[in-house]
């Protein structure tokens, strides 16, 4: 699967869009990570548990929108954008959003 953020691909002719394309996870840290991230944000330092969280969702939200353009008989995704939301103090939202085409 191809994929860029970009509205088109280089060299490539669009032949026909699928229409647009999501992924959406929802990502809860649990109680002892928080702790662990709690006592790195007061010492200093790069909260290593909340950048792995946030890294596993973006990951699984882009996963499903590429299995989304697939369903679609796609081979592409254009357009793409990544949406990161703080719903609370331990859940984050990541949404990927592209237009599926056949290039």
């Not at 990570?33 to 909340?50: C, L, M, Q």
């Not at 989304?68 to 008989?73: I, T, V, Y």
């Amino acid at each position: 699967m191809y994929i860029t953020t970009t509205p088109s691909f280089e060299g490539r002719e669009i032949k026909e869009y699928k229409g647009i394309v999501f992924g959406e996870v929802i990502n809860g840290i649990s109680f002892t990570k928080d702790f662990v991230a709690g006592i790195t944000d007061f010492v200093g330092g790069r909260s290593k548990t909340y950048e792995k969280e946030l890294v596993d969702a973006r990951t699984n939200a882009v996963n499903e929108m590429i299995e989304r353009a697939k369903s679609l008989g796609a081979n592409a995704i254009v357009g793409v954008s990544i949406d990161v939301e703080a719903l609370s103090d331990t859940m984050l939202m990541i949404t990927a959003t592209g237009t599926a085409v056949i290039i």
